[in-house]
């Protein structure tokens, strides 16, 4: 259900486009527009692509409606005065499309919000890909003092010691980088190290 909303979501602004264009060149310039907007969008739902979904959302509802505006304008260049129906679905049109960033907007600011009280741990995609010869035996979440943790055991197959498996995964210092661009002002930060018994990777959030 959430995958068919989410499809939705993503055409509706090319839907909407069809019912107000008026010119088959302009029409169809922004109608591809919005169509590989809409496919980048799915792709980011689907996690085909690696991006922060909340901001992909109110970047994609931010741009659509000015691409659509912008179609309109080049098309009234062009065109005589519009009918009063074409009027009509402009104005609902623009309706609809504003109501649908101010929600994405409204549930974006809630999204901070609740990141920015919880207690979350980083999900299993910020751990590292593990090189051939190194696997992962067990991987859950843990909190402290300093927040909540993802953090997994690995061990090798070909009989490296703790410090090589650290330095065939890359991790001899922990490293940090964005989570998000606009609402996940945090940052992810992802390292390992030699537990005794085992080697352990983790993902935990910076400020």
Known sequence: ???ILG????????VVWLTITRTR???????????????????????WIDAPRPDAHLVF???APLLIACGAG???????SPPQEWISRRNGAIGFLGTQFALTLAVGLLYALMISESSDAPSSKTLPSLPPGITMVE????????GCYRVATVTSEDGLSHPQIIRQ???QHESCRSSGWLLDWRDVCVGARDAGENVTIYATWGY
């Open 139 to 146: 991987e859950g979440t843990s909190c402290g003092s300093g």
């Open 61 to 63: 509802t931010a741009l």
């Open 25 to 47: 060149s302009v029409g169809l310039a922004i109608g591809g527009a919005l169509l590989a907007g809409a496919g980048l969008l799915i792709s980011v739902q689907q996690s």
């Open 7 to 14: 499809i939705l979501f993503a055409v509706a602004p090319a």
């Open 169 to 171: 995964l890359g991790l």
């Open 74 to 80: 080049l098309e009234g260049r062009h065109q005589d």
């Open 1 to 3: 259900m959430l995958t």
